[in-house]
């Protein structure tokens, strides 16, 4: 039962691969998986080492590079309340340093100043520079640089 030696060595680096995110130890438990059909095929053990060479330099010859270079290129998306901050929202009800109200991306939100000593008036454009819990901190439009 050679191919079931190949499986536990392909579990083994599947769970290698989990806890390093290299793409290596991923690609060499795929080659293992060959090497575990070529073994359940009947093929003896040099035939299952020269396919578990061949599918691991395929992998990480050809594979490895261009999945590095998808996730390197892969653009940042933020998500939830993160995709919020750097948008413009407008004023609903004053803000100041421990309260206000705002509406940012067709919703309202509360909101407290950025800078404690700004009271933004109602009606008045901010950027929301960050989000803590549900609160929308702001800073007004006419003082950025």
């Keep these: 039962m050679p191919w079931l030696a190949w499986l536990l060595a392909a579990a083994a ?22 090497a575990a059909v070529v ?3 009947g093929i003896g053990l040099l035939g299952q080492l020269v396919a578990l ?9 050809l594979v490895r590079p ?10 940042i998306t933020h998500e939830g309340s993160d995709a919020l901050i750097g948008k413009r929202a407008e004023v609903m009800q004053e803000v100041t340093a421990s309260h206000g109200l705002v509406k940012v991306a067709g919703e309202e939100w ?36």
């Excluded at 680096?13 to 060959?34: R, S």
């Excluded at 060479?53 to 010859?61: D, F, I, N, P, S």
């Design 110 to 145: 509360s909101a407290r100043a950025l800078d404690e000593t700004h009271v933004i008036p109602v009606g008045a454009l901010v950027d929301v520079m960050e989000i803590e819990g549900a609160t929308a901190v702001v800073y007004p439009r006419e003082l950025l640089p």
């Design 53 to 61: 060479a061949l599918a691991a330099a395929a992998g990480l010859v």
């Design 39 to 41: 073994a359940g095929v």
């Design 13 to 34: 680096l599947g769970v290698a691969e989990f806890f390093t995110l290299t793409l290596v130890f991923g690609l060499l438990a795929g080659a293992a998986l060959v």
């Design 66 to 75: 261009v999945a590095l270079r998808a996730l390197a290129n892969s653009p």
